[in-house]
């Protein structure tokens, strides 16, 4: 299975041939740490209460795009106010982004290869191997926003990451965007997701509001 940030990931890509959209690079590191932190609190490696997050379980997961995000939130130094999550992580998000690249090019869902920009510039491209994975994490929210599928907790997440970091109009038409972004605030509000991601997605999207204009 693949995890929260690796799908945000996918969700990213414009095309199979490995092109990347377009997201202001603030917004892009607070949705792959926002991506962390949702993949921990699913593996209910996190807990809170109305003022605190704080780390019930700081053992390495074994996963490289995981684990800076969860020795942070362990430190003594961390502030476990909720509306500071954001802030104190951002800078974590592009080694998060560049660790799901490498996991799934570790597992053949996309090849890095390598050309050059203007003639000179040398840069990377990851086109998906057959595209699968890719499709289905998109279809799987179609579904979902547009038809009467049920979310899993992972939908519910990465449709608040597609949202918030103004990514939906990349998947959705934009003849069924109201319907997408009506069904997104009900699922995000829904209880079947279970209260832990529900509480996470709500902190997500409420410290991104209050991110400092300094990070974002």
Known sequence: MLTVPEEFLLLTLKD?????VDIPLEYQRAGFVGAAVMEL??????D???TRVWIVDKTPTGNAALDPVLARMSAPDFDSNPDNLIDQLIELGDTVREQSLKRLCDKKVL?????????FLKTRRYPAAGGKEMREVKLRLL????RD?????????????AETCGIISQIVPQSELKLAR????????TELIGQN?????EIFERAMALATPAHM
Not at 41 to 46: G, V
Not at 112 to 119: H, N, P, Q
Not at 149 to 161: N, Q, T, V
């Open 16 to 20: 199979e041939d490995g092109g990347f």
């Open 41 to 46: 609190a699913i593996e209910r490696r996190l």
């Open 48 to 50: 809170n209460d109305a």
């Open 111 to 119: 090849i890095e290869t390598e050309g050059r920009l203007l003639w």
């Open 143 to 146: 579904e979902v926003l547009l």
């Open 149 to 161: 599928g049920a979310p899993s907790p992972r939908d519910c997440c990465l449709m608040s990451l």
């Open 182 to 189: 009506e069904r997104i605030d009900r699922f995000s509000r």
């Open 197 to 201: 991601v529900k509480h996470y997605v």
